[in-house]
Each structure stands twice: as C-alpha cells, then as structure tokens.
C-alpha cells in the first residue's frame, strides 16, 4: 500500500523551505514589462494626451476606459486561472498582448489616420480602445504573475521574498523607463505635436524591447508551481467566493490594498503636473524626481528583502510609511515654485514610504491566502479590480474638476505664492488621506504570525 499521507507531508515539508535567491531573481522580473509599461502609463499618459491637444476631461476618459478594462479583466482572469491554472501560459498570453497594444497608445490615432480627421471625440474613442486593450493583457499578466506566490511556496518568509523582490524589480523599471526618457526629452527639446508623438512612441518601443527581455528571462528560469498542481491532482473542491467574504481580513486587506495603490498610482500620475505647472521646473524634472522616487524606493526595497518578517513588523512597516507619505503630502501642499528644490528631498521621502507600503501591503494578500491556494486567484484578482476601478474613478474626477475649476492664490508671510491648484490637492491632500485610513486599518487588523526561518541565501551576496 503506497503510503500518500507521508508523500504529502514530504512535499509541504519540502515546499516549506525557503528559496534560493536565483529562484526568487527569476520570479522577480517576469513582471519587469507590465512595470515599466505600467510607469510610463501613470507618469506620461495624461501629460501626453494634453500636450496633444485633448482636454483634461477627455484624457481623463481614456484613463478610465483603460482602468476599468483592467479592473473587470482581473476578476475573469482570477476566476479562469483558479479554474484551470496554468499560470506561466496565461503570463506569456497576457505579456504578449501587451507588448502588441501599448506601441498603439502612445503611437498616435490610429482611427484618425484611417479616416483622415482630427476630431477630438475620434481621438478619445482610438486612444480609449487601445488603452482598454492594453490593460486586459496586463491585467492577465498581473494576476497570474501575482498569485503564483502562493503557489511556489509555502515559507512566508520566502512569500514575502518573492513580493519585496517583485516591488525592487518594479523600482528597476521605473528607473530605466526614466532614463530612457530623459534621453528621449533631451534629444527632442519641443513641445510641437508631431515632436511629442515621436517622443512617446520612442519611450514606448524601447520600453517594450527591455520588458520582453525581462519576461523571456521568467518564462525560461521560473518553473510552472508544483503545489498548484498537486491541488488539482488531489481534486480538492475550489474554495467560493463566499469563503473570502465571510472573512473580515478579507476586507481590511482590501481597504489596505486599495488605499496603498491609489496613494502610489494617483501620486504617480499627477507628479509630470506639479513639477511642470505648479513649481515651473525645468522639462527634464519630470524624469529626474520620479527617478529618485524609484531609486529611494529600490534601496529600501532590497532592505526589506532581508527582513525577518512578524505580523506585528508587517503592520509597524506600513504604518511608518504611511506616516510619512502624510508628512510629504503636506510638504507638497504648501511648497511655493520659488523652494522647487525642497522637492528633491521629498522624493527620498516618498520612494521610502512606498516601498514601505507596497512591499508589506502585497505581503498582507499572502497571508489572507495562507495555504487556501485554491482561490489565490480570485483574492488578489478581486483586489486589483477595487484597485484598478477605484484609481480610474478618483483620477477621472479630478482631471474632471481640473478641466472645470479656477485657481486660487494665498499669499504667504514671505510673500512667496503659492497656488493651491487641483494637482496641489491630487498629489498631496489626496495620497496623503489614504495613507492615514489604511494605517488606521492596518491597526485593527487581527494578522496570524508569520514567524519564520530566514531565507536559504541573501539576495545580495
């Protein structure tokens, strides 16, 4: 008689070891293309389809077409991938689409070119539709990527490893798209349209060739998860949607998650604005801060990955840096043009604060999950559409009230201006509220311990 009970507790105890760093490098990058399509999306894409010519509104309107086809994508792919796994073929399938799509969104109209006409509703409909078609394939490549966490292993420690290492390698991204376009708007110091669309379409093409290098690198040294299959090998029963929803940590994790994600995406995409228009930098800082941004972020991010991680140093992380995004957005507020240089040292502040809140507020979804991995799917799917939507939603009405809405000037003691401009109350009041709520969440949270074992090897030799 074949002893199966002792076989299972040899692949948990197996499982249950942690990872060796070329495991957890090779998981890393295979979101490396979503990342750096990601950053130019959040920091360039209302920027680029104003200097172009759209109203704030209507370019508010194509994010919100791409946010809501990546927010209702999520929960289907979630569902599918649960059902069916296969997560390495529903990446490729995603990156693929992705790769193909984002060149159109950044490439100019397409419909206008077709019909020979520049009519602005047109444009709306073209770039709307490629945006859509974008962010299916990335919301296919983000939850399958996301959710195989739990499915590589069971070591929180190492769960936690593989999200920090996920964030670093989003800082890399976001770094080399800022390089590159540094380069491309040094190169072309203009501001006529068909200048501006060669721009972009440079930034784009060659973000696309770095990232597809990074996901053949995923594809070739990660390997399909073992423990996904065993489920299915087992024919355990998926676990319901309901499960989630009876669980009270189910909905702190989701409040925590989706507040951390609007404090970075909605900070993300008003930064281009406020150092342009609000304290009148020169062109070129529109890549330099986000690129101290993500390099401030990156050195913190390769800290956390050495951490040896309790519940309580989960909560106390995130709280320190929701702490701080409160303190820089109040420093954003009340920054007047003529001290523009304070916000280098803001963006040190920042990068620390949301690596500190990215890194530990992903690490909450793998506790949620635990070992239930037969519905990871569906958690982290079903976060990222509260994500994706709620970050459409608040960017859409506040390039909506932008499009609408005067500006008002307050005089300080100095007699230095400042105005208080609607990307005054986005980039700073705004992120800086969502930090405050979810830490006041993240207090409540009842998490299980995670005490662990250390990783096998440091990440960094």
Partial sequence: ?????????????????????????????????????????????????????????????????????????????GELIDRFGHFKLWHAGGSILVAISFSSVFGGCVPCKVLRTDSSVLETVGYSTFAAIFNVGWAVTQ???????????????????????????????????????????????????????????????????????????????????ELK?????????????????????YYQVAVVYMLTRLVTNVSQALLAFYVINDLEMN????????AIIYISSFIVSIILQETRWTS????????????????????????????HDIMYVLSIIIGVANALMTVTGISMESILVGEDLNGCAFVYGSLSFLDKLSCGLALYALESYQDAAGRTDMKLNNSMEVTHSVTRYGFGVFPAACALVSAVVTYTMDLPDTRSRPLNEPLLA
């Avoid at 995130?318 to 003529?338: E, R, Y």
Wanted: charged fraction near 10%.
């Fill in 312 to 339: 309580l140093r989960l909560k106390t992380f995130f709280t320190a840096g929701a702490i701080l995004w409160v303190v820089s957005g109040a420093g954003i507020f009340v920054l007047p043009s003529k001290l």
């Fill in 229 to 249: 299959k065993q489920i299915q090998c087992k024919n355990l029963s998926r676990i319901s949607w309901a499960h989630w929803f009876k669980k009270v940590l």
């Fill in 1 to 77: 008689m074949v002893n199966t009970t002792g076989d299972e507790s040899s692949s948990e105890a197996e499982h249950a070891k942690p990872l060796g760093r070329l495991s957890i490098l090779s998981y890393g990058s295979g979101h490396m293309l979503n990342d750096i399509t990601s950053a130019c999306w959040f920091t360039y894409l209302l920027l680029f389809l104003t200097d172009i010519g759209l109203s704030p509104r209507d370019a508010a309107v194509v994010m919100l077409s791409g946010q809501t086809a990546d927010a209702f994508t999520t929960i289907f792919a």
């Fill in 283 to 290: 062109r070129s800082s529109k890549a330099v801060v986000p």
């Fill in 143 to 225: 939850v399958s990527h996301m959710s195989m966490v739990n499915c590589i292993t069971l070591n929180p420690t190492s769960r936690v490893a593989l999200a920090s290492c996920r964030n670093a390698f989003t800082m890399i991204a976001n770094l080399s798209l800022y390089a590159i376009a540094l380069a491309v708007f040094s190169a072309y110091n203009t501001m006529q349209s068909i200048s501006i669309v060669i721009q972009y379409r440079w930034i784009a093409y060659l973000s696309i060739f770095i990232g597809c290098c990074f996901v053949c690198v995923f594809l070739l040294g990660t390997k399909e998860p």
